[in-house]
């Protein structure tokens, strides 16, 4: 081994690739891997760094915590801040683009003011990418007289000094009167208007709990004694006589003024976390951008690819949505081209998954690097097949192919096919034949192969570390690490035939975890009651199921039981599993029964319930028990609900370590409707 690990950084992982695929392979890596002969790898070109001029994007950032009569959050500045972070240091928005609104800053003559500044700034251009983002409390008004709005309620957001006090009142700011702002705005700016709201509207998911929740709603209630006349002279001015029929709420189904992102249906409750005080849906929304790139990904794509969400769905509407994000107007900082050339019918680019390139990825092509964005390009390209350094790309199948000079320039300005696993390695010596392994890895293409891209430490799912000769697996999925598991409680020789199961055992694990309905089809619809039993298996005491988390003292003695609650008219089939973080084992915690080819009676019925670990549900109880040594363990459970019999089986896996379950149970074609639930089960010692 003659490659010298001394200097290397993350920023190396390509070179220190390439360079392990030319050597000759050992005979400690694991036999399924594919061997690469060298005549067939050449050393990859380097990549051209395009730096861009500063981004057109002009921004309003809004952010309340404390209000003047409303209740007090903690986590909408902290957004808003890291919004205008974003902003600033990932896609270099100059500071004086940027109007930020703060606390008593933002009342609801500023607010507004606010958004008509927009409409008459010089210094944005028509066409300009302009974001809104607001995080605070939404609220929902009785509709005033004369206000047709599709129901009796109205959708609102709340200005830090909201008042009810007679003589002194200060109104909430209707969504009819956001949305006339907006299409003023878009009248002189163009459409190119990108809006982001982490707030919610109903209360109806609130719930009155006796259990310390860490979760707080973006919710207030208002008095209903919005006025007829209220903001008039906003919405006459640019509707005209349309100015009595608006849409309900915000979610309407064919804006065309702005692309709007919610944190929640306008039935469900955005959520914020008191402990890392961060709304849920902002720090999910800026965590996925930042790991693609806002230059390469759709709104609808970035939507679908925002982890689940306990009891929220963000929502995504707008008739521009399958724009790229700001219009590909404000790219980030630091993006690469990569060298193409024309094969007979298709196109080959010297790029691959080492780069976190996937199938279904989608590039412009220039004739030369100078020509980004002066030009138009030659045309776009689909990657149709991906290996580690490489990529096979054609034309889209509506188009004609473009001839290309020897080589071209391309660009990526979608995302395709996601990855399994964010990895981040530390390089080593030691660790050269995992890294062997992994390139070789990349080199395996098949429906049922695992996507691992490395990944910096903070855009990672999973650090593996070396100490003390021991290769240890540090946690950085921030929906697990926020209660305190940071490192699976086992450790492993550095040796590939150790470590590689485990990698390949966590991206099945990510994979099942993170994949989802993104239409929510039975969210708020179906719901998991988890209570302790008594000796007898008889349900005792509160629900411990709050707002998505459960969080036990572990109690040796105690049994659990669980029940899920079908309030939709339609019979289900529900498969339930546990996701145990600290072993990466997907254990089955209820299927449905079996029969072959025959049919299969729905176990869930129609407004009816299921119970599991007791009554007729037929299976035992659970039991939990921490690690020797494990102060905190964190697992979920995951609902897969069905309208037609669905074979779940593949989900399941046993933990690549040698250890117990955390959780013990005594054993007992037409296309579906599905979607999934997922509910956090924290174990805590004394």
Not at 166 to 195: F, Q
Not at 472 to 486: E, M, R
Not at 631 to 651: C, P, Q
């Amino acid at each position: 081994m003659t490659l010298s690990f001394a200097k290397a950084n993350v920023s190396d992982y390509t070179e220190i690739l390439w360079d392990l695929l030319n050597q000759p392979s050992s005979n400690d890596i694991c036999d399924h891997t594919a061997v690469v002969s060298r005549s067939t790898i050449s050393k990859p070109p380097s990549p051209i760094l395009i730096v861009d001029k500063p981004p057109s994007l002009f921004a309003l950032v809004i952010g309340i915590d404390e209000y003047a009569t409303a209740p007090l959050l903690t986590g909408a500045v902290a957004d808003a801040n890291e919004v205008q972070r974003y902003l600033e240091h990932d896609l270099k928005v100059p500071s004086c683009q940027i109007r930020n609104l703060r606390n008593e800053e933002a009342t609801r003559d500023a607010i507004i003011q606010a958004f008509s500044d927009l409409r008459i700034h010089p210094g944005i251009k028509r066409g300009d990418p302009i974001l809104i983002f607001y995080a605070g409390h939404g609220a929902e008004a009785g509709a005033p007289p004369g206000w047709e709005a599709g129901g009796p309620k109205i959708q609102t957001i709340l200005p830090q000094n909201y008042c009810t006090e007679a003589g002194n009142e200060v109104y909430p700011i209707p969504d009819r009167t956001v949305g006339a702002l907006l299409n003023s705005l878009a009248e002189e700016k163009g459409d190119n208007i990108t809006v982001v709201f982490d707030c919610c509207y109903s209360g109806s998911g609130t719930r009155n709990r006796k259990n310390e929740s860490t979760r707080l709603d973006r919710f207030a209630k208002v008095a209903n004694n919005l006025q007829t006349t209220l903001d008039q002279d906003f919405w006459q001015g640019s509707q005209g006589d349309r100015s009595m029929k608006i849409a309900a709420g915000f979610l309407q189904c064919d804006l065309r003024s702005h692309v709007l992102l919610a944190a929640c249906s306008a039935e469900e409750t955005a959520k914020e976390d008191i402990v890392v005080m961060r709304g849920e849906f902002t720090k999910a929304f800026l965590d996925t951008i930042r790991t693609i790139g806002a230059d390469k990904i759709t709104y609808t794509d970035l939507i679908q690819r925002i982890p689940q969400l306990p009891e929220q769905n963000p929502q995504c509407e707008g008739h521009n949505r399958n724009r790229i994000i700001f219009d590909s107007k404000a790219p980030s900082p630091g993006r690469v081209f990569y060298t193409v050339r024309r094969d007979g019918e298709k196109y080959v680019m010297d790029a691959g998954s080492a780069q976190g390139i996937t199938d279904g990825a989608e590039f412009a092509v220039y004739v030369d690097r100078d020509s980004l964005l002066e030009t138009p390009p030659l045309g776009k390209l689909v990657v149709l097949e991906t290996r580690a350094f490489s990529a096979v790309l054609d034309v889209n199948s509506d188009a004609i192919r473009f001839p290309l000079a020897e080589s071209a320039f391309a660009l990526q300005i979608k995302v395709g096919t996601e990855e399994d696993l964010r990895l981040h390695i530390v390089i080593d010596e030691k660790l050269v034949d995992v890294f062997k392994a992994l390139a070789q890895e990349m080199q395996i293409t098949g429906p049922e192969q695992r996507r691992i891209l490395l990944a910096e430490k903070e855009n990672a799912e999973l650090d593996i570390a070396l100490e003390n000769g021991r290769v240890v697996f540090n946690i950085l999925d921030p929906l697990v690490t926020k209660f305190g598991l940071t490192r699976m409680p086992f450790s492993v020789s550095p040796q590939v035939k150790d470590v590689y199961p485990v990698i390949r055992a966590a991206a099945h694990y990510r994979w099942h975890l993170r994949r989802t309905n993104k239409t929510s089809m039975f969210q708020n619809k179906v719901r998991i009651e988890f209570k302790r039993l008594t000796q007898y298996r008889e349900p005792d005491g509160p629900d411990l199921n709050a707002d998505g988390v459960i969080d036990l003292v572990v109690d040796e003695k105690a049994i659990y039981g669980l029940r899920i609650i079908n309030d939709t008219t339609r019979p289900l089939y529900p498969s339930l599993f546990y996701f145990d973080n600290s072993d990466f084992s997907i254990t089955p915690c209820y299927q449905p029964p079996t029969a072959g080819k025959h049919k299969v009676d729905p176990p869930l019925k129609p407004k009816g319930s299921l119970p599991i670990g007791y009554g007729a549900g037929g299976s035992a109880p659970f039991e939990y028990f921490l690690q020797e040594g494990q102060a905190v363990d964190v697992g979920f459970m995951k609902l897969f609900l069905t309208t037609e019999y669905v074979d779940f089986s593949n989900v399941s896996q046993a933990s690549p370590f040698d250890r117990d379950r955390n959780m013990e149970r005594i054993k007992i074609k037409s296309k579906p409707v599905w979607d999934t639930m997922l509910v956090t089960l924290v174990q805590r010692k004394g």
